[in-house]
């Protein structure tokens, strides 16, 4: 191979000249530096090592930024990035953290959406065909779409009206039989006959959508792709180009083992085992799964629903098939699983469904229509809801409070460690009532022994955890500890609060409120948004009363990459933040 010089690489428009043979050790390169800074700095590795050949086929093709290119999900991107003037943070180990790792118009103009989630890119870039069909426009409009997103029902919605558009509309369906884990639904039966026909099956989603329909048996063959690229630049019509890649492309552990090489911490290049101690400390994930795999072998009719992500849950492969039938993942598919579960409730099963915070506001028709409308005793367990989740801007997990909350009839319980959570789990998959939120705590597993455990969660009842007077500290799920910690704090001041444990934010407890209308002050800490939150909800019950009522949360704000210390600071969300407000209030 010749060494091809990583730095000299600005624009796509440095590998427009360039040859077959030159291209080819630009992948080979490009591929060895991100081997490098995904073992020592961690990040998506099978997405992107299977999407390097496709990558520099479209920008040695397409003239870009001109012609635009939508990716979906852009977690595949960092070939892209490489190729658009943002080398240098994948070849310094300086700049490793320069840039995002989903395409976001801030970095370059190369890069059109904000994308993290999945499933929208066939949408967008309609759109984006529609406005320059409006204007007068002749460039190409590609989206790229993985085979996973094409479970969301928006890509349907998408494709159903991209292949009307009878102008150039260009979809390329990145096809590498997966998705986080395996993927699951009719639709990738008929992606593996077209793989198996070489393209010619007669069963074809796309030319039955009307689409004109191209095919690449080897995806991650340069040459092929690029002839395939030149044929369909400057189409005046909609075609979708089929391409069938390899992900973990080029590394051997994460060919073997395409679902944990989705995206990895930190590895060894030789060995792909991870550099973190393999001791991993106890996590929800692991106390979720387990309780309901106990419970399935005592309730045949209970069945866990999960939309793509069944690791983020607890389910690995080993605990996906010892639950057998009673583990149903719907894919990319969140308004599936909610509403399947609602008719799984109407049937007489017993649905826990286990979502993702991030991905579950795709699903809020379902939340409101079909589960809290129908009042079907279905079991949510929300994971990384919480400042301490996920901190990537496309994937935050706080908003999910004000967003389930506020649909009526909706239990939205929020336990404060793992005794909490698991006899709320206990309870809910037992219960037969009503619709139920549990929303994980945030930050590492907490235990306590002396939480107060209900037989029944169905009514509002808070508990005091702490007996005290004139001040009252609410602290929701994750910050139940944080308001404790500033009662010890302000006790050694001589002040001597209560601490209370609301257990849950959707309906309020107005006996315990209305006993301590007369404090002067009621403190509430959640963890999540205030606009619409839990501490709003209380402020307005207390109306014109004397009591001093103030909330803290966090701010309606898209955070990126954001330190979950300096932020709970800047909110006053501290045990020493907490009290100081207190003392000056």
Not at 13 to 25: C, F, G, N, S, T
Not at 368 to 390: E, H, K, M, R
Request: net charge negative.
């Amino acid at each position: 191979m010749k060494s091809i010089d990583l730095s000299a690489i600005k624009t796509p428009a440095d590998i427009r000249r360039m040859d077959e043979k030159q291209l080819k050790d630009l992948a080979a390169a490009m591929r060895k530096a991100l081997l490098e800074k995904l073992s020592a700095h961690g990040g998506h590795v099978g997405p992107n090592l299977g999407m390097i050949e496709a990558i520099i086929a479209l920008h040695h093709v397409f003239n870009t930024p001109e012609d635009k290119i939508v990716f979906d999900v852009s977690h595949q991107t960092y070939p892209h990035k490489m190729l658009t003037g943002r080398m240098q943070a994948f070849t310094d180990p300086a700049h490793y953290d320069d840039v995002t790792g989903y395409t976001n118009p801030q970095e370059s103009d190369y890069d059109l959406f904000s994308l993290g989630h999945t499933s929208s890119a066939v949408s967008l870039a309609s759109g984006l065909a529609k406005a320059r069909d409006l204007k007068g426009g002749r460039e190409n409009v590609i989206a790229v779409i993985g085979d996973g997103s094409l479970s969301g029902g928006v890509a349907f919605e998408g494709l159903d009206y991209g292949a009307t558009l009878g102008t150039n509309f260009i979809v390329v369906v990145n096809d590498n039989d997966m998705s986080i884990a395996e993927n699951h639904g009719g639709i990738y039966d008929g992606l593996r006959l077209l793989r198996e026909t070489d393209g010619t099956a007669e069963y074809n989603l796309f030319r039955a959508m009307g689409f004109d329909y191209r095919y690449v048996h080897n995806g991650n063959d340069i040459p092929s792709l690029v002839d395939m690229f030149r044929s369909v630049k400057d189409i005046n019509h909609p075609v979708v180009v089929h391409i069938n890649t390899m992900k973990g492309m080029g590394l051997p552990v994460a060919e073997a083992d395409k679902e944990k090489f989705h995206f990895s911490a930190p590895f060894d290049l030789k060995t792909g085992e991870p550099y973190s101690s393999s001791d991993a400390p106890e996590g929800y994930e692991d106390l979720f799964a387990n309780q309901v795999l106990a419970r399935m072998k005592e309730v045949p009719e209970l069945v866990v629903v999960n939309a793509g992500t069944p690791d983020a849950i607890g389910f690995t492969p080993e605990r996906r098939k010892e639950a057998g039938c009673q583990f149903v993942d719907v894919g990319i598919a969140e308004q599936q699983a909610v509403a399947m579960a609602s008719g799984l409730a109407k049937g007489g099963a017993r649905p826990v469904v286990a979502l993702a915070s991030t991905f579950l506001q795709r699903a809020y028709d379902q939340f409101s229509q079909d589960i809290a409308l129908n009042y079907q005793p279905a079991t949510f367990v929300v994971f990384y809801g919480s400042i301490f989740g996920i901190n990537d801007e496309t994937h935050l997990g706080f908003f999910d409070l004000g967003l389930l909350s506020n649909i009526p009839d909706l239990l939205v319980l929020t336990p404060t460690c793992k005794e909490e959570f698991l006899a709320m789990l206990r309870w809910s998959e037992d219960q037969h009532k009503r619709p139920v939120v549990i929303r994980v705590p945030g930050g590492a597993v907490r235990s306590d022994s002396n939480i107060g455990i209900l037989d029944d969660y169905s009514c509002p009842s808070y508990e005091i955890v702490r007996k005290g007077s004139r001040i009252a500290l609410i602290g929701a799920g994750t910050f139940l500890p944080a308001m404790q910690q500033t009662a010890e704090h302000l006790a050694s001041k001589g002040l001597d609060p209560m601490v209370i444990n609301p257990r849950e934010v959707s309906v309020l407890d107005t006996a315990c409120l209305d006993a301590i209308k007369d404090f002067d002050l009621v403190i509430t800490a959640e963890d999540g948004i205030i606009d619409g939150g839990f501490g709003q909800k209380i402020a307005s019950y207390y109306g014109d009363a004397a009591v001093k009522v103030i909330n803290l949360g966090l701010q309606k704000k898209f955070l990126n990459r954001y330190n979950a210390v300096e932020v709970l600071k800047e909110c006053n969300l501290t045990p020493d933040g907490i009290a100081d407000m207190v003392v000056s209030a």
